[in-house]
């Protein structure tokens, strides 16, 4: 039983240890294109600087998991506690781009509550709905966000207007 690569290339991934890799690796692709389309918006959003710099370590990060799944480097060549740190750093950024309240009272985390708390409130003050939907879809179609995460996401724009 195999699964192909996260990267699109077609290659097989056995199960064990790459299988991780390949899920860590999906992620971070779902990250950075996240990154990407929030930049890509206009107006940009307030905390640019911040997103610009994430997805500046976040797609060498990509690079060197691709590397590795396609066995171009080996696992002791991956620098994971740096990767780790960034995945985790990641979710607090998540969190800020598209709000889980729900999500962040599950964690217990106070640092994630108020990144979602400051989201809520810039996207209650957001002027557009249908921008926000927008946007949503096109961080969905570039495989940013999975259908669960659109969906959950979605409703809460509805649940706004």
Known sequence: MSKECF???????????KRIGNVLGDRMRRDVGM????????????NAGVLAQFL???RPNLDVMTRYMHAEISRD??????????????NDVREGILPDDDEAAEH??????????????QAASAPDPLDRLRTLSELRQTGALTDDEFTRQKTRILEDV
């Open 7 to 17: 990267c699109g290339c077609g290659r097989e991934i056995p199960l064990g240890r």
């Open 35 to 46: 990154l990407a389309g929030a930049l890509a918006r206009t107006p940009p959003p307030a």
């Open 56 to 58: 500046a370590e976040g």
């Open 77 to 90: 060549d991956l620098d994971r506690d740096g990767l780790e740190a960034w995945m985790k750093r990641m």
């Open 108 to 121: 217990g985390s106070s640092d994630l509550a108020g990144h979602a708390s400051r989201a809520s409130a």
